[in-house]
């Protein structure tokens, strides 16, 4: 059965650092690529997931979305079946629950940071960013 587990997560002050990680049980993650997504508190839990970034399975190369570019970086450790999320200089906006997700392809890309294309979810950690 596959499984994702994401940790990490708590409040922080605006300007401090974070690294969550995605450990995945059940499923080798370096086969795949991984996303990270987040969703806001009070936003509609039918409204899409906003991507983070991703990171390939084949050759570990990244992609950010807009916001996240220069702050957010994301990396696999494969021995340990682990891939991690690490924010800096974060903002209250960055506040969110976040997940991680396994894909249907090993693309990583402005193509490819969409929730259809991922498969395996995580339950998410929350991610507090206020003084």
């Known amino acids: 059965q596959v499984q994702l587990v994401e940790s990490g997560g708590g409040l922080v002050q605006p300007g401090g650092s974070l690294r969550l990680s995605c450990a995945g049980s059940?499923?080798?993650?370096?086969?795949?690529?991984i996303g990270w997504f987040r969703q806001a508190p009070g936003k509609d839990p039918g409204k899409e997931r906003q991507?983070?970034?991703?990171?390939?399975?084949?050759?570990?190369?990244?992609y950010y979305a807009d916001s996240m570019k220069g702050r957010f970086t994301i990396s696999r450790d494969n021995y340990k079946n682990t891939v991690y999320l690490q924010m800096n200089s974060l903002k209250p906006e960055d506040t969110a629950v976040y997940y991680c997700?396994?894909?249907?392809?090993?693309?990583?890309?402005?193509?490819?940071?969409?929730?259809?294309?991922?498969?395996?979810w995580g339950q998410g950690t929350q991610v507090t960013v206020s003084s």
């Open positions: 997700a396994t894909g249907l392809s090993d693309g990583c890309g402005p193509l490819h940071l969409y929730p259809a294309d991922f498969r395996s």
């Open positions: 059940g499923v080798t993650l370096d086969y795949y690529s």
């Open positions: 991507g983070v970034g991703c990171i390939s399975g084949s050759d570990s190369s990244t």
